[in-house]
T-cell receptor, first 117, second 112 residues
Framework: EAGVTQFPSHSVIEKGQTVTLRCDPI?????LYWYRRVMGKEIKFLLH????????ESGMPNNRFLAERTGGTYSTLKVQPAELEDSGVYFC???????????????FGSGTRLTVV | SQKIEQNSEALNIQEGKTATLTCNYT??????LQWYRQDPGRGPVFLLL?????KEKRKERLKVTFDTTLKQSLFHITASQPADSATYLC???????????FGAGTRLAVHP
């Protein structure tokens, strides 16, 4: 089966611009998660979708970040306007069951490396 | 405050030896704990899940233990190989959360 696909793999934008990241989860996975790793820090949770609904967005840094999951399929994460501190690697993951508790864990994409200059 | 701690320093071992990585947590009551492997430029890859009522879990050369009294998990790779060199992350869920919280990871380097 195809894995989790993220696009683009890299993005360099100027401060104040808008960037949209896309994630295609594994087909049939209701749970979709966004995480972020900033330089030298641990991977931090941003938000969780169950199908098209936001289950938990407690990790979203501020209202410059907007996530959507159209029809419960792919998801987008938009940053508008981007700031320097938004630089990092944004990971998307999906799972068949909640929190990977069924024993299969999360399947992660390779991430989008975002650089804001 | 809640914390997940993994050795921040890299672990260097000789090929063929057993690598042991530690994950300690504070102020969590996880129902289960997961271990992931991450290679440079890639996303984490799920390895093993161990539940709070399980003391030990094995998969091929991997073994994970989970001590809820000590609030610690140990991750062992036996007969290590250079291909095992990567960063290993522990992650846990519990206490009402529905999301994985990750430690910062420990980098393992296996030398021929």
């Amino acid at each position: 089966e195809a894995g989790v696909t993220q696009f683009p793999s890299h993005s360099v934008i100027e401060k104040g611009q808008t960037v949209t990241l896309r994630c295609d989860p594994i087909s049939g996975h209701d749970n979709l998660y966004w995480y972020r790793r900033v330089m030298g820090k641990e991977i931090k949770f941003l938000l969780h979708f169950v199908k098209e609904s936001k289950q938990d967005e407690s990790g979203m840094p501020n209202n410059r970040f907007l996530a959507e999951r159209t029809g419960g399929t792919y998801s987008t994460l938009k940053v508008q306007p981007a700031e320097l501190e938004d630089s990092g690697v944004y990971f998307c993951a999906s799972s068949q069951d909640l929190s990977g508790q069924g024993g299969y864990g999360y399947t992660f994409g390779s991430g989008t490396r975002l650089t804001v200059v | 405050s809640q914390k997940i701690e993994q050795n921040s320093e890299a672990l260097n071992i000789q090929e063929g030896k057993t690598a042991t990585l530690t994950c300690n947590y504070t102020n969590y009551s996880p129902a289960y704990l997961q271990w992931y492997r991450q290679d440079p430029g890639r996303g984490p890859v799920f390895l093993l899940l161990i539940r709070e009522n399980e003391k030990e879990k094995r998969k091929e050369r991997l073994k994970v233990t989970f001590d809820t009294t000590l609030k610690q998990s140990l991750f062992h790779i036996t007969a290590s190989q250079p291909a095992d060199s990567a960063t290993y992350l522990c992650a846990l869920v519990g206490g009402g959360y529905n999301k994985l919280i990750f430690g910062a990871g420990t980098r393992l380097a296996v030398h021929p």
